[in-house]
């Protein structure tokens, strides 16, 4: 291979490695984006139309559930069956995804409206498939007036009992070390050092399965009645958020190890997003079972 083609070839592929660390710069997720589904979906999971999800971690409601109320909304967009966005509008004011749920005396069909019921969200054209809600604040289960189902009861003991959830520390400075050693894996000035950061992390990842577990474990000694299936589907979910994390922490040091350095990219960036996901979820659950009392003056 000559010079010239030596240096177009490399420049490429060092083009293509930064365009794809930006998308996933860009597409890193919010601390929640709940979705409501109104067509079928099997690309990530499988959805029904009348399905609730955080994000793509499919949500279980209570059988006393009639909906589920989002607290301060920043902003919603509908998408696609390609998950692409066909409309998106800014949002300051609390929805409410009312579920089909007759049994429990629900008077709603399924929709999204404005908590004060001043307004009605209806797919736009395009294909619209799903209405997803990013907020920052939680959600939680509400019956048909709106009003919350459930609050904490006994698991408000301890840290449980300030007004925003517990964050995991360690999960949020593992998912930054795997943002910048994804960097490294296309860096040529920095990959000799990678194999040990990428082989640190994947243990660190580890160590939190171990610290989520208990987690977990301590949480179920108080179980939450009528909700205790609707927090355990989210726990579950981020458990298998954090072992996938696992695994493409793994992948991505073998591939290091072995030079592949655009796939190793891959590889780390699916991995720390496997841990924000995790902690996400756990994020979502914790909020599902506290008063809105405790963490929005909104909350009714």
């Known amino acids: 291979m000559t010079r010239r083609k030596q240096f177009s070839t490399r420049a490429a592929v060092r083009t293509i490695c930064t365009t794809l660390f930006a998308l996933a710069l860009s597409s890193s997720p919010a601390f929640a984006e709940y979705r409501a589904w109104f067509a079928p979906w099997d690309y990530i999971g499988d959805f029904q139309p009348g399905d609730i999800s955080d994000d793509f971690s499919e949500m279980l409601p209570p059988d006393e559930a009639c909906g589920l109320r989002i607290n301060t909304p920043s902003y919603y967009a509908w998408t696609n069956d390609v998950d692409g966005i066909v409309a998106s509008h800014d949002l300051y004011q609390d929805v409410i995804i009312w579920i089909d749920n007759p049994g429990a005396d629900c008077t709603e069909s399924f929709s999204v409206t404005k908590a004060d019921m001043s307004a009605t969200f209806s797919p736009p054209g395009g294909g619209a498939v799903s209405m997803e809600i990013h907020t920052n604040y939680g959600a939680y289960w509400v ?3 709106g009003y919350h189902l459930f609050t904490c009861g006994g698991n408000c003991v301890g840290p ?38 990428v082989a640190d992390l994947a243990l660190r990842v580890g160590q939190l399965r171990t610290l989520l577990q208990n987690r977990i474990a301590t949480r179920r000694r108080t179980p939450l009645a009528g909700l205790e299936s609707s927090v355990r589907g989210l726990e579950d979910a981020a458990t298998r958020a954090l072992a996938a994390a696992r695994t493409a922490a793994d992948t991505c040091a073998s591939l290091v190890q072995k030079g592949f350095y655009v796939e190793s990219f891959a590889a780390c960036t699916k991995a720390g997003r496997g841990v924000e996901e995790s902690d996400s979820l756990m994020r979502a659950a914790w909020f599902l079972y506290h008063p809105p009392s405790l963490h929005t003056t909104a909350g009714r």
Do not use: C, H, M, Y
Not at 164 to 188: K, R
């Open 143 to 145: 019956n048909k007036n």
């Open 160 to 197: 449980d009992e300030f007004a925003i959830p517990p964050q995991d520390v360690w999960s949020t400075l593992t998912a930054s070390a795997f943002v910048d050693v994804s960097g490294s894996t296309i860096d040529p000035r920095r990959q000799s050092r990678t194999f040990s950061a």
